[in-house]
């Protein structure tokens, strides 16, 4: 087990694919003004806690790029990361989950986990976002706060939490949330 600065994860505001149900993977569609709303609310929390002197880092995708910068009161730099980028959904990117049900019915019958990330056609696979993330959080040196998606931040704290990140789909997710995650512990801000 490595041990790891204290770590806060911000998950992307609300964007119009998430608002209509469509996957985004690779792709982007804008922040609604509710996911503005929430990014700004992050902003006002991380300031209410006091994150002088952590890091920025943020996916170069534009809507967890966007949350950052509105997220981003004190102006720190924000430094962006390809390894904090959604996982890659292949041939569903752009589809409603509706539509991906209907496709892959059998990876739905038996239960509601997020496993099925795992069988997107022409998609990245759950490992490799698994080791992306591994390696960034291994070249961190300092405290930091991470602005990235849904998939991305449930591994990235199953690493911190020192869980096996094939339960990545145990913990909760939301949109304009953020973790504080702290010596194998985690804290949602509200």
Known sequence: MSHYPDLLILRHGETEWNLAGRMQGALDSPLTAKGRAQAAHQGALLAAFGCAGYRWFASPQGRAWDTAQLANLGGAGITADAR???ITTGD???LSF???RAQAPHLFELDETL???DHAPGGEGLASVAARTRAFLEGLNGPAVVVTHGITSRILRCHLLDQPWESFDQLEGGQGVIYHLSKRQQKRLS
Do not use: K, N
Request: charged share 15%; no cysteine.
């Open 84 to 86: 904090l980028a959604e």
């Open 92 to 94: 569903w990117t752009g």
């Open 98 to 100: 509706d539509a991906i």
């Open 115 to 117: 496993g099925w990330y």
